[in-house]
């Protein structure tokens, strides 16, 4: 295995890619007692347009399927995968998000035996006509929970304000109707495709054995045979540089409004030499501006226009971006007015460089912290690797982050046609 340094922090992580195409990341930490383990594909929910494994056209899937999946990975012919996780005292789960499909657990036991047990359950489908029409029952319940979470409408209504074709704008889970169109046998295009060894990440951290575990991965990934892949093709659509619309208003049976203003990211934002950088100047300028300790929002707390703490959001990845700040408040037009006109006017801010420097230190001791972390580390690593990127990279891009550069950065960053306004609003009003 390769061995990789971490910067700042004396420690190291090892990496091997196996001869089927698997990133392997092994980060040793004696110290800790609970060992945490992330298997991920580079499969999400905007990945609904694709040529399949052995295909020649493209294909489109029913939106909702990659969360479909992820909860029927979990059900085997031997009964319930969770069951055999808990029987050695260990704790598993997953995720699907906009990108990515993870399966993970955690323990403090037994780790040879749990890592063997997420690489084989989630190398072993199992789908039939029966169990794919049960479930559907049950993701229904979920969609229809979330429809009724205000914040999750906020945050849905905000990227379809944003985003015409790229399916970000689409709910993870999906709709009713959606799901319901699901087989069983695009449940399978979409694993072949999509679930292949290439395209795919494992990293284990905390206290167990490194040779050992080493071993076993490789042992247990050489036993297995998996067709060779060519890289994937996927359709996000052409995505406008300009927002969908600048406004969108959701009625709820709600007391207290909540809004969101959000600016849609450049496509030149997104290219792979710029995501580190764009990435902790988004972090910053949040953290200066709508932080607690930030210049904006003691304005808007005075203004009476937050009622407590503001909702900071941002994601950069290859095909989108965007950075948000929404809040409760009782006067969600005067919020979405003046964070926009917040928005607007940060690239003519005065900033000096003490305060910069600050800033700086700030995010550097952030990131230092962050390792300490170990479900964070895994997290970070796996996200920024699926993007061709190392996260190790961080330190030295912040290091080298000058204030010029960070005004430069601002100056090309929003324009008033990238940004997007959502408002939930108490019904009838």
């Known amino acids: 295995m390769n061995e990789l340094k971490i910067p700042r922090i004396n420690e190291s992580i090892y990496h091997d890619r196996l001869e089927n195409g698997l990133d392997v990341f092994l980060y040793p930490k004696d110290e800790l007692e609970k060992t945490f383990a992330i298997f991920s594909t580079k499969y999400g929910s905007i990945d609904q347009k694709f040529i399949p494994l052995n295909g020649q056209e493209m294909v489109t899937v029913p939106d909702g399927i990659a969360h479909f999946l992820e909860h029927k990975m979990f059900e085997k012919e031997d009964g319930d995968v969770f069951q055999h996780f808990s029987e050695r005292g260990a704790s598993a789960n997953a995720f699907t998000s906009f990108t990515q499909t993870a399966y993970l657990f955690s323990s403090t036991s037994d780790v040879k035996e749990n890592v063997e047990t997420l690489l084989d359950f989630v190398q072993d489908p199992y789908f039939t006509e029966e169990s794919v029409e049960k479930e ?186 965007f950075t948000a700040v929404g809040a409760n408040t009782m006067e969600p037009e005067k919020f979405s007015k003046r964070v926009k006109e917040m928005f607007l006017q940060i690239k003519d801010e005065e900033i000096d460089e003490k305060e910069f420097d600050r800033a700086k230190k700030k995010k550097y001791g952030e990131l230092i912290r962050e390792f300490n972390d170990i479900e964070g580390t895994a997290n970070n690593f796996m996200q920024y690797n699926q993007m061709g990127l190392d996260f190790r990279d961080i330190f030295e891009t912040l290091e080298n982050l000058t204030l010029d550069r960070f005004k430069d950065n601002l100056s090309k960053w929003v324009s008033e046609e990238q940004i997007a306004i959502c408002m939930v609003v108490p019904e009838g009003e």
Not at 186 to 211: A, K, R, V
Not at 237 to 254: A, L, R, T, W, Y
């Open 136 to 321: 559907k029952g049950i993701i229904e319940q979920e969609i229809r929970m979330y429809d009724d979470k205000a914040d999750w409408r906020l945050f849905f209504g905000t990227l379809g304000a944003m985003f015409e074709k790229h399916p970000v704008h689409i709910d993870i889970a999906g709709t009713v109707e959606s799901i319901n169109k699901i087989t069983h046998e695009d449940l399978y295009t979409c694993y072949e495709t999509f679930y292949h060894p290439s395209n795919m990440q494992l990293f284990i951290i905390g206290n167990f054995d490194l040779n050992e575990i080493e071993t076993l991965v490789r042992d247990n990934q050489n036993n297995k045979s998996f067709e060779d892949q060519k890289e994937i093709e996927r359709d996000y659509g052409d995505e406008p540089v300009q927002v969908h619309k600048q406004e969108e208003v959701i009625k709820m049976p709600i007391s207290t409004p909540k809004c969101m203003v959000a600016i849609k990211e450049k496509p030149e934002a997104l290219q792979q030499d710029l995501l580190l950088e764009n990435d902790l100047v988004r972090d910053i300028v949040l953290d200066l501006y709508f932080s607690k300790s930030g210049r904006y929002f003691e304005e808007l707390y005075q203004e009476g226009l937050t009622i407590d703490t503001l909702r900071l959001e941002f994601v950069l990845e290859e095909s989108f971006g």
